[in-house]
Protein backbone atom coordinates (compact mmCIF):
# COMPACT_ATOMS: atom_id res chain seq x y z
CA UNK A 1 0.00 0.00 0.00
CA UNK A 2 2.01 3.47 -1.16
CA UNK A 3 1.52 6.50 1.25
CA UNK A 4 -1.85 7.82 -0.71
CA UNK A 5 -3.57 4.72 -0.23
CA UNK A 6 -2.92 4.86 3.45
CA UNK A 7 -3.87 8.63 3.13
CA UNK A 8 -6.77 8.22 1.03
CA UNK A 9 -8.08 4.99 4.12
CA UNK A 10 -7.42 7.43 6.90
CA UNK A 11 -9.56 10.55 5.56
CA UNK A 12 -12.19 8.16 3.41
CA UNK A 13 -15.54 10.49 3.29
CA UNK A 14 -14.48 13.67 4.84
CA UNK A 15 -14.18 17.46 3.22
CA UNK A 16 -10.43 17.93 2.33
CA UNK A 17 -8.19 20.02 0.43
CA UNK A 18 -6.91 18.45 -2.86
CA UNK A 19 -4.42 20.57 -4.97
CA UNK A 20 -4.10 19.06 -8.85
CA UNK A 21 -1.90 19.69 -11.17
CA UNK A 22 -3.71 22.11 -14.29
CA UNK A 23 -1.62 22.89 -16.95
CA UNK A 24 1.40 24.77 -15.47
CA UNK A 25 -0.79 25.38 -12.61
CA UNK A 26 -2.24 24.06 -9.49
CA UNK A 27 -5.84 24.35 -8.68
CA UNK A 28 -7.21 23.64 -5.29
CA UNK A 29 -10.66 22.00 -4.38
CA UNK A 30 -13.00 21.51 -1.34
CA UNK A 31 -13.50 17.61 -2.04
CA UNK A 32 -15.10 14.83 -0.73
CA UNK A 33 -12.80 11.60 -1.59
CA UNK A 34 -15.41 8.56 -3.03
CA UNK A 35 -13.37 5.57 -4.58
CA UNK A 36 -9.92 4.73 -5.77
CA UNK A 37 -8.42 2.47 -8.63
CA UNK A 38 -4.47 1.93 -9.00
CA UNK A 39 -4.93 4.69 -11.60
CA UNK A 40 -7.56 7.25 -10.86
CA UNK A 41 -9.19 8.80 -7.80
CA UNK A 42 -12.54 9.75 -7.71
CA UNK A 43 -13.89 12.65 -5.57
CA UNK A 44 -17.16 14.72 -4.92
CA UNK A 45 -15.99 18.53 -5.77
CA UNK A 46 -18.11 20.11 -3.14
CA UNK A 47 -18.28 23.69 -4.76
CA UNK A 48 -19.97 23.00 -8.20
CA UNK A 49 -21.45 19.19 -6.92
CA UNK A 50 -19.92 17.61 -9.28
CA UNK A 51 -17.90 14.09 -9.32
CA UNK A 52 -14.57 14.25 -11.13
CA UNK A 53 -12.35 11.08 -11.74
CA UNK A 54 -8.18 12.62 -12.28
CA UNK A 55 -5.78 10.53 -12.77
CA UNK A 56 -3.25 9.62 -9.52
CA UNK A 57 -0.03 11.46 -11.11
CA UNK A 58 -1.85 15.10 -11.31
CA UNK A 59 -2.49 14.77 -7.35
CA UNK A 60 -0.22 17.60 -5.78
CA UNK A 61 -1.10 17.28 -2.50
CA UNK A 62 -4.12 16.91 -0.03
CA UNK A 63 -4.72 17.58 3.58
CA UNK A 64 -7.38 17.01 6.29
CA UNK A 65 -6.90 17.98 9.46
CA UNK A 66 -3.39 17.24 10.51
CA UNK A 67 -2.87 14.49 7.51
CA UNK A 68 -1.15 15.51 4.65
CA UNK A 69 -0.47 13.78 1.55
CA UNK A 70 2.46 15.48 -1.03
CA UNK A 71 3.65 13.60 -3.92
CA UNK A 72 6.80 13.34 -4.66
Same mark, same amino acid.
Given at each position: ???? =??????? %??????? /????? @? $??? =??????? %??????? /????? @? $??? =??????????????????????
Amino acid at each position: MNKL =DKFLTQV %GGRFSTL /TLKEG @S $TNK =DYCAQFI %GASPQYV /TFNDV @S $TGL =DRKVSRKRIVSARVGKSRYRAR
